[in-house]
């Protein structure tokens, strides 16, 4: 009988300010081993911020078109950001909804938690979607160059559709409400 997955070792090739690169020796289902790169990341929080009034059936969202290095240009995304050591995801929610919108929620419903790529990151999002929103001053931060945009969610969900929404925790989030908690 052989020995159950996991790690057998770990070896660390890389500390940085957001991630870490570790290579890891690893052993298989079937009772071989291997060498993986694993990027090992905090984890992260996102929140689809839901506006108040107008049709219930097709309430405007804010989402934020954000400069992304990694994506050659701006993208449509709902804000996040990675959590601080320690912190709730609940509480990172709040605060990057703060930061990035300016906006305050009276209420956070957890949605669901995702992997990002678990083919080669351990990293995880966990998704809210935010409720009785108040104004409030944002706080970017220096490399954040950002817009907030009220959009309604059938418009959003077209962008989805349409392939203008191209980030995955923000299609993820999105479909999610829409889906489970709006039964769209």
Known sequence: MSEAPGTITTRRVHTGRILNLDIDTVRYPDGTSGELEMIRHPGAAAVVPVLTGGDAADPQILLVRQYRYAADGHIWEIPAGRLDPGEAPEACARRELEEEAGMSAGRIEPLITIFTTPGFTDERIHLFAAHDLTTTAHRREA????????????????????????????IAAVLYYAGFRLGL
Do not use: C, Q, Y
């Not at 009220?150 to 191209?166: K, N, Y």
């Open 143 to 170: 490399d954040e160059f950002l817009e907030v945009a009220p959009v309604a969610l059938s418009r959003v969900l077209g962008m989805i559709r349409d392939g203008e929404v191209r980030d995955g925790k923000t």
